[in-house]
């Protein structure tokens, strides 16, 4: 009996882990998609920030207001101009980078839940 709840104590200890790993995870992946993309590979002339998220929601196209296809993103918030892509880029592989991002953090958040954060053992007498 002592065994399960050991091993549900390890769960609950591991899971909460993951969630701490995964929060911080997320914030790293905002700053550095906000840092490394948003501005660089697309610009939303309507954009609120923290694009990495609102996945999806990073170029608008409808009536009057189209896409273009750029050489150079250069951030604009003026709303009569269109939204802009980099060449090379759509909507798609911006999705696969977006995945790309969310993947590698719930790799890491899963890889730390599983690591110790606090050796077991100090050997204050060396």
């Known amino acids: 009996m002592l065994k399960i709840f050991k091993d549900v104590a390890k ?11 995964f929060f911080v995870m997320t914030i790293v992946c905002t700053i550095a998609w906000d840092a490394l ?13 923290f694009d990495y998220l609102h996945p999806g929601d990073w170029v608008h196209n409808w009536d009057d207001h189209k896409i273009e296809t750029v ?8 709303m009569n101009h269109p939204d802009t892509i980099e060449q090379g880029w759509t909507i798609t592989r911006l999705w696969y980078l977006w ?14 839940a599983f690591i110790p954060w606090v050796p077991r053992r100090f050997n204050w007498h060396s």
């Open 71 to 78: 050489a150079h993103v250069f951030p604009d918030g003026d």
């Open 99 to 112: 995945y790309t991002f969310f993947t590698t953090s719930v790799v890491i958040s899963a890889v730390l």
């Open 11 to 21: 769960i609950l200890k591991a899971a909460a882990k993951f969630i701490i790993a």
């Open 37 to 49: 993309i948003n501005g660089k590979l697309y610009n939303c002339t309507e954009a609120i920030g």
